[in-house]
């Protein structure tokens, strides 16, 4: 019994899939309960509960697809998605790892001695980087 690389994958297309037909699903049966025209009260009592249903049933789906690009963002943050972006740019690679080096220092400095030290430091990776500083 094999395990399918992509089965992550699957799993949250499919999410997103069902989410997204939610929302278009429910949004076209409001635009359908919407004309007003000579409606009975009670017919518009009953239409409007059905609204407010399916607009909550859009409110969910909607939830979730917050909740699920928080999850991916933070999954793409601490290193834990994968797949599909191994080969990246080499460049971009290199680049993250001197801003994490300087982040580093620019902690250590904020731990030692303080925030106008910091303000020092920063006149320095702007040099070093290539920004503002460059030629002075």
Excluded at 46 to 64: G, L, N, P, V
Excluded at 76 to 83: D, E, M, N, R, S
Excluded at 104 to 118: D, F, L, N, S, T
Aim: proline share 2%; net charge negative; no cysteine.
């Amino acid at each position: 019994m094999s395990s399918d690389p992509n089965a992550g994958y699957r799993a949250l297309q499919a999410r997103v899939n069902t989410n997204m037909t939610t929302l278009l699903t429910r949004f076209e049966a409001i635009a359908q309960l919407a004309p007003v025209g000579n409606k009975d009260r009670t017919i518009s009592a009953s239409e409007t509960f059905q609204i407010e249903t399916h607009a909550s049933s859009m409110i969910r789906a909607a939830e979730d697809l917050v909740a699920l690009t928080r999850s991916m963002k933070e999954a793409w943050i601490f290193g834990q998605l994968g797949g599909g972006f191994e080969g990246g740019n080499p460049k971009a690679d290199e680049d993250a790892t001197i801003v994490g080096e300087i982040i580093r220092e620019k902690a250590r400095v904020i731990e030692k001695g303080g925030v106008e030290e910091v303000g020092e430091a920063m006149e320095g990776v702007q040099t070093e980087t290539g920004a503002e500083g460059e030629g002075s």
